[in-house]
Nanobody
């Protein structure tokens, strides 16, 4: 069964760092574009970053460009999100996404990231 499992969330002070991981099972990981989304309370889910199958193309939301780095390891079937210089506005539930097409995508269960002093 296709599954994505996120880890690495938690509480961090402003200016701190966290690294999220998302490990896939039950899918041919190499053919999926992988993405990280987030949803803050009262807001719509938004794309944070995504990465293509070969890691050649990466896209970032304007709000995180220069602070977050997305990467993937196709052998480990894992995608990462390195988050640096975190701000309170980054507080949200972060979701991993595997997308093959509009009709074929999988979501993880989400991991909470809280940035607060």
């Amino acid at each position: 069964q296709a599954q994505l499992v996120e880890s690495g969330g938690g509480l961090v002070q402003p200016g701190g760092s966290l690294r999220l991981s998302c490990t896939a099972s039950g899918i041919h990981f190499n053919v999926f574009t992988m993405g990280w989304y987030r949803q803050a309370p009262g807001k719509q889910r938004e794309l944070v970053a995504n990465i293509d199958t070969t890691s050649r193309r990466k896209n970032y939301a304007d709000s995180v460009r220069g602070r977050f780095i997305v990467s993937r390891d196709n052998v480990k079937k894992t995608v990462y999100l390195q988050m640096n210089n975190l701000e309170p506005e980054d507080t949200a539930v972060y979701y991993c996404n595997a997308r093959l097409s509009a009709a074929a995508e999988i979501w993880g269960q989400g991991t909470q990231v809280t940035v607060s002093s």
